[in-house]
């Protein structure tokens, strides 16, 4: 079964960088996946999506420059390498995936979360 386990979150002070990694199972090279993030109050707003369709790698103009997502594919993980952060990154991020392949979809699956908090 589809299976995403998100892990690296924590307490960090502005300007510092975190990695979080989310282990991946059951989850087809043709499945996109990507970052998302929910703040309190906040919609969920999509970080950085793996397309399945033809591979594209997207972020959202409020993390890109700062945020870097990768796979690695032997590992069966992906990253999301934060730098720079700030207050307002303070959220519960999660990864998630898609069977049809797309980032332009709410996901179907998704991970338990892990918390980042920026403080001030």
């Known amino acids: 079964q589809v299976q995403l386990v998100e892990s690296g979150g924590g307490l960090v002070q502005p300007g510092g960088s975190l990695r979080l990694s989310c282990a991946v199972s059951?989850?087809?090279?043709?499945?996109?996946i990507g970052w998302f993030r929910q703040a309190p109050g906040k919609e969920r707003e999509g970080l950085s999506c793996?397309?399945?369709?033809?591979?594209?790698?997207y972020y959202a103009g409020s993390v890109k420059g700062r945020f870097t997502m990768s796979r690695d594919n032997a590992r069966n993980t992906v990253y999301l390498q934060m730098v720079n952060l700030k207050s307002e990154d303070t959220a519960v991020y999660y990864c998630?995936?898609?069977?049809?392949?797309?980032?332009?979809?709410?996901?179907?699956?998704w991970g338990q979360g892990t918390q980042v908090t920026v403080s001030s």
């Open positions: 998630a995936t898609d069977h049809r392949g797309t980032c332009t979809r709410e996901p179907d699956y």
């Open positions: 793996i397309s399945g369709k033809d591979g594209g790698l």
């Open positions: 059951g989850i087809p090279d043709y499945f996109a």
